[in-house]
Nanobody, 123 residues
Framework: QVQLVETGGKLVQVGGSLRLSCAASGRPFSSLTMGWFRQAPGEEREFVASISRNGLNEDYADSVKGRFSVSRSNAKNMLYLQMNSLKPEDTAVYYC????????????????WGQGTQVTVSS
């Protein structure tokens, strides 16, 4: 089993920045492909970003490309999402997810999920 705990969500102004963190435990972190997803009220959960086990490969949704950056520290068992130039449409609950397989955008491809952290972007 893998346990994931997200932190860092809060209310931020349009154009601001925020860094989300996800602490992982239960399996060697370097064995896990990691992803970030988000779910806005009344919407389906959607892919945001993913990062390979060694951190060398990253993938981003078009809506966040150039504004968000995913990173990881295998030494600290931590996943991060740096969010810049935030927009009201970035308001959502953000989830981190993990899988033992290859990097993927598919929500169904992830086996483990955190409880989520709320990000609200106010205009």
């Amino acid at each position: 089993q893998v346990q994931l705990v997200e932190t860092g969500g809060k209310l931020v102004q349009v154009g601001g920045s925020l860094r989300l963190s996800c602490a992982a435990s239960g399996r060697p972190f370097s064995s896990l492909t990691m992803g970030w997803f988000r779910q806005a009220p009344g919407e389906e959960r959607e892919f945001v970003a993913s990062i390979s086990r060694n951190g060398l490969n990253e993938d981003y949704a078009d809506s966040v490309k150039g504004r968000f950056s995913v990173s990881r520290s295998n030494a600290k068992n931590m996943l991060y999402l740096q969010m810049n130039s935030l927009k009201p449409e970035d308001t959502a609950v953000y989830y981190c997810a993990a899988v033992l397989g290859a990097i993927t955008r598919r929500m169904e491809g992830y086996d483990y999920w955190g409880q989520g952290t709320q990000v609200t972007v106010s205009s």
